[in-house]
């Protein structure tokens, strides 16, 4: 019964990925509003009643698709935060990787800007999620600058959500791509700099 169990979890995953593989392949060509679930349904070679069977409806797959995403990224700020690097060499790396997978995977992609964006808008929980999840990386890093004798002593998590805030336009798409062009606005190097100057 067990191995029963265990593979009609295996097959239900299998589905799943596959729904999900197919979705962000159309939502990236096509764009999010201009697809539906029997497109998607159709690229798979299956009726909509079977994707339904997965997924309630196109927002779910969508919020599982950003989900999956922003998944990546907390596992590269992950690694970063693993390095045998100094706490502040780690925070200014973690801040450069996310501002050039903002700039690489989601603004040279105009669809894959439109589905965040519309994740954002919404205000999913996934996007929460995800905030607390990377101050928590962050807050990790800045405990370990103060035992380090990097940082002096104060409370780490008030210093991550500050850091994260002041650093901001590096991390959040919109500000990302409304920054970019802009010679007024503050370069990543300077609000690195400024941002562990703060924490020091």
Not at 60 to 77: F, N, T
Not at 163 to 184: D, G, R, Y
Request: net charge negative; glycine share 4%; hydrophobic share 45%.
């Amino acid at each position: 019964m067990v191995e029963n169990a265990e593979i009609l979890d295996a097959t239900r995953q299998e589905n799943i990925t596959r729904i999900l593989d197919a979705a962000e392949a159309l939502f990236r060509h096509y764009g999010y509003s201009k697809t539906n679930v029997a497109d998607i349904a159709r690229d798979l070679g299956m009726s909509p009643a079977n994707i339904y069977r997965f997924f309630a409806s196109k927002t779910e797959i969508h919020q599982a698709i950003c989900g999956r995403m922003l998944g990546a990224s907390y596992q590269q700020a992950l690694e970063i935060s693993r390095l045998p690097i100094s706490a502040a060499d780690r925070l200014s790396q973690y801040l450069h990787a996310q501002h050039q997978l903002i700039v690489t995977a989601m603004l040279d992609h105009e669809k894959v800007h439109e589905m965040v964006i519309v994740a954002i808008e919404r205000d999913w929980h996934v996007i929460e999620k995800h905030i607390d999840r990377m101050n928590d990386v962050v807050e990790t890093i800045i405990k370990q600058g103060i035992a380090a004798g990097e940082f002096p002593v104060q409370d780490s998590a008030v210093a991550a959500r500050c850091f994260c805030a002041a650093t901001v336009t590096m991390c959040h798409p919109q500000m990302v791509a409304q920054c970019l062009s802009k010679p007024n606005r503050a370069t990543p190097e300077e609000l690195i700099a400024f941002a562990l100057k703060a924490l020091r």
